[in-house]
């Protein structure tokens, strides 16, 4: 009888090469979409330390309609020039304590929202913030991640690309 050949496994930067070419691996910093609010782009933070995602919004307001919880906020300067406000209206979650990196915690909104990174859209949950003395607008989170199935590759940026227009 001879021998089964016994089929080798693939590496590790072969697995990972698969990974990131489907869309699956991040770096520290990636591009996303926010589709439901009007944001095409957006810098966000890669931070697996960070359970919910947060969005710089300002005047953050508990509003009803028609019978549902929603939040009005704006976002200073993401239409697409720079330049321009674009006022939200997000259904809410839940308003939710949340331990800010320096360790305090405060009240913040939680809403649902869709996010693309990539080929990839998600509904996620997201804390709003005031978030302007941060580098990046958006902050990305595990639960988001974990969402996606992501990777992250800490040495890396923009491995998922811009998102994709639909």
Not at 13 to 33: F, P, Y
Not at 109 to 118: L, M, P
Request: hydrophobic share 35%; proline share 6%; aromatic share 6%.
């Amino acid at each position: 009888m001879s021998p089964q050949r016994v089929k080798a496994k693939p590496s590790l930067k072969s697995q990972t090469d698969t990974l990131i070419s489907d869309g699956h691996v991040l770096g520290w910093r990636e591009w996303i979409g926010l589709p439901d609010l009007g944001v095409p782009l957006i810098k966000a933070k890669v931070d697996t330390g960070a359970r919910t995602s947060s969005l710089h919004a300002l005047n953050p307001k508990k509003v009803v309609r028609d019978g549902q919880d929603f939040v009005s906020f704006t976002l200073p300067h993401y239409r697409g020039d720079g330049h321009g406000r674009i006022d939200c209206l997000a259904p809410l979650i839940e308003m939710r304590e949340i331990r800010s990196s320096n360790g305090n915690a405060e009240e913040r909104f939680v809403v649902a929202t869709h996010i693309q990174v990539g080929h990839h859209k998600l509904k996620v949950e997201v804390s709003l913030a005031n978030r302007s003395i941060m580098g990046f607008p958006m902050l990305l989170g595990r639960t988001a991640m974990k969402a996606g199935r992501f990777l992250v590759l800490p040495s890396k940026s923009y491995l998922a690309g811009k998102p994709e227009q639909r």
